[in-house]
C-alpha cells in the first residue's frame, strides 16, 4: 500500500479554519545544518511565559558551553544557559523581539575554544522520582518550542486528582513557511518518539499519538517506521490552525477540551515536536536547551535554509548565514505568518519560542486600506473557536470590553488570526479582540 | 552585475534595517476583497441586464443605467472628499443596477432615477454608509416607488423580442411629475394573472423569462445559472437562497396539497415573479442579513414563509420586497439569538 494511500484512509480535523498557502517548498527538502559561531550572543532573561530568570553569572566571567548563566526566578520560570564558551561582557537592558527592553546577559564568544559542551551525565528519566524529574527539566531550561514557550515542568506537573491517558506529539506545523519540525520528524524520528516515551513514562500514560497534517508524508512514514507498538502516528487534514492543542484533540480524538479547560481536563498532555526531541536530548546526552532549529526563509532572503541556531544569536547574524536579506526586503517576522512578530530591529536574538525567521518583499500583502465591515459572516465561517470576530471587533471599537467576554467569549479566542486572513474587508480583527484583552485586563485590575 | 557587487548589495541590505515595515500579524491574506464581491455580484446583475435587453430592448438599459446613475451620483456628492469617494468598493453601483432590475420596463426614467437617489440616500448613507444599514438599500428605493408611484410601479409590458431594439415607450421619457401618457397596453404578469384570472402560466415560459414582469425577474434559467455561479464562488452566503426556496417550496406545496383548487402549483410559485431574482440578488445581501450560520437558515425561511402567505392570502399578487424588508427589520436579533456555543463549551 502506497504512502498515499495510507493517508487516505483518514484525515481528520475540526470546524471552521484556512487554507492559506503554506509556502513550504524553499525549505521543506532541505536537511537542518548547524550555524557556525558567531561572535557574540545576546540571551534576555525573559524567554518564556512567567518570571524572568535571575543571572547567576556576573560581567567579566568566564563561562563554558552549556553552563548555567541564570537560575529560575520563581516556580513558572526556567534556567538559561551559555550557548557558546566565552566571556559574560554585559548585563543590561536590551531590545528583546516583543519589541521591549529586557534585562539581557552578553557573552563574547572565545574564538580559541573548542566548544565543548559541559554536560552532564546522561540518566534514565524512569529511574527518577517526580519532583527529581520535573526540576531537572527546570534546570534544563526546557520550555515548549512551538512558540509559546511554556515552562516544561510546569505543564508536566499533573494534579493528583487527574490522569493522563494520552500523550500526544503535534507534529502539525499548520504555520505556512515554516519546516523545522518536519524536518525534525523526517531525520530524528527516533528523538521525537523518545522524548513522548519519556513524558509517557513521567506521566503514567499508556498510549503515545502523534498528529501530522497528510502534506508531511514522508514524516509520517518515517515517524511509523520507528514507532513501538502503543504508538500511533495519525495524519491529519491540511488546515490552519490545525496545530493548536484544542483543535489537535479534537481532530484525533473527536472529544472537545472544556471552554476555559486544558487538554489535562480530558486526560491528555500535548507537547510539539521540538518540545520532544529537547527531552530526549537533555536525558539521553545530557544536553541543556541551548540551542533549537530555526526555518529561516521567504521571497526575501537569498538562501532559505533549515538552520540548528544556538539560542541567542542576533537575526542579522542568521541571515548573513543564510546569504543575506534581499533589497526588496520589506518584513521581517519571528515565527510563522498567521502568529508571528514583525520585526524592527536586526540586532534581536533568536529565542527559545523562535520558530522561524520571515523575510518578506512587497509581494506580501501590504497593510492594505480597510474597508467597513459588511456583515459577510467569512469571519464567522472561519473563527475554530465558534465565536463571532467582526462583533467582537464592533464591540471593541465601542469599548465594551464587558459584554466582548460576558456574551461573545473573548478569552476563547487563542488569537490564530484566521479572521483577519479571511476579512475580504481588510479588518483586523484578531488585533481588535487582543486590544479587547487587554482593555478588559487593565480595567478588572483596577 | 558581478557576484561581489551583488553579494556586497545584499551584506548592505542586511545592514540596513531602519526601513522595515512593522504590522500586526497576519502577514498572509486571503485573496478575496470587499471590491471583487460586489464586483462578482454586478458582473452577475449585468448579465441579467443583457437578457432584459433582448426581451425589452433599449428601454431596459436605460432604466437600469437611470438608476444606477441616481445611486452612483448620489453617492459620490455625499462622500467625495479630498482623497476620493467610496465609489471604488462598487457597492452603490450595484445596489443602482439591482434598484433598476426590479423596475418595470416602461417606468419613467426620472423615476428610476428618483428610486436610485432614494435608495442610496435614504437605504444606506443616512445609515452610515457601507455595512451600517439595517434594510437593504434597493429594496428601500423600490419601496419609496411603490408608495409614491403605484400605478406607475404596475405597468407592465408583454417582451417584444429583439424587433424594435430601438424602439422606447412613450412613457419612459415622461417629464418630471407630468402624468405619462400611458398608451402602452398594459400587460399582466403572471402572478397577477394567477391571483385575478386563476390563470397558471406555462413553466416554460418561465423558465425562459417570456413573460410580463420586472426587468430582472424575467428568465429563471438564467437566474440559476447565476445564483449557481455565485454560490460556488463562494461570493454570497448558499444557505439564505437555498433556506428561502425549500421554504417557499414546501409552504406552498403543503397548500396545494391541501387545497389544489385555490392554491398555485409550488413550482409555478417558485419560477414566477421576483422570487428567484430576490433569492440570488436579495437575500444573499451580506450587509441586511444574519452572519451566523443559523441566523441565515431562519433569515431565508422567514421570507420564504412571508413571501407565500402574501402572494396567496395578502391583497398584493406578489410580495417579496415586503418580506425582505421584513426580514431585515429582524435580522439584529436573529444574529442575536443564533450566536454559536463556543468551542467546547456552552452559552
Known sequence: MSAAMQLAERTRSFHGGVHPDDHKAATCALPIERMPFVERYLLPLAQHIGA????????????????????????????????????????????????????????????????????????????????????????????????????????????????????????????PYLTCDHRLMLERPEAVLRGAQILAVQVGAEEICVGVESNKADAIVALRRVAAPGTTVVPLAVKYPQGAEKLLIDAIFERKVPTGGLPLDIGILVNSVGTSVALADLFDEGIPLTERVVTVTGPAVARPRNVLVPLGTPLRALLDHCGGLLPQATQVVLGGPMMGMAQKSLDVPVLKGTSGLLCLDRSAPAPAVELPCIRCGRCVEACPMLLNPARLAQLAKADRFEEMEERYHLTSCFECAACSFVCPSRIPLVQWIRVGKTMLRKRRSS | MTPPERSREIRASTRRAADLVLTTAPFERASLTTPQIMREVLVAALLVLALSCWFFGLAALLIVGAAAAGAAGTEWVATRNGIGTSLGDYSALTTGVLLGLTLPPVLPLWMAFLGGVVAIGLGKLVWGGLGQNLFNPALVGRAFLQAAFPTALTTWANPRGLEGFFDLPPSLLALPLFRAEVDAVSAATPLGLAKFEHEITDLGALLVGNTAGSLGETSAALLAVCGLWLALRRIFDWRLPLAMLISVGALSGALFLANPASSPPPLFMLLSGGLLFAAVFMVTDPVTTPSTPGGAWIFGAGVGGLVVLIRLFGGLPEGVMYSILLMNALTPHVERHTQRRPFGGSR
Open chain 1, 52 to 175: 524572568p530568570s535571575r543571572p547567576v553569572v556576573k560581567v567579566g566571567e568566564d563561562v563554558q558551553r552549556g553552563q548555567t548563566i541564570a537560575e529560575p526566578g520563581g516556580f513558572v520560570s526556567v534556567a538559561l544557559h551559555a550557548p557558546v564558551t566565552g566571556r559574560v561582557t554585559a548585563i543590561d537592558l536590551r531590545l528583546h523581539p516583543n519589541g521591549t527592553m529586557v534585562p539581557t546577559i552578553e557573552i563574547a564568544t572565545d574564538p580559541y575554544s573548542s566548544q565543548r559542551f559541559a554536560r552532564t551525565d546522561p540518566v534514565d528519566p524512569a529511574s527518577l522520582g517526580r519532583d527529581e524529574m520535573l526540576s531537572r527539566l527546570q534546570n534544563g531550561g526546557l520550555v515548549g518550542l512551538g512558540g509559546a514557550a511554556f515552562p516544561s515542568h510546569v505543564k508536566l506537573r499533573v494534579p493528583e486528582d487527574r490522569r493522563v491517558r494520552v500523550v500526544v506529539i503535534n507534529g502539525c506545523e499548520c504555520e
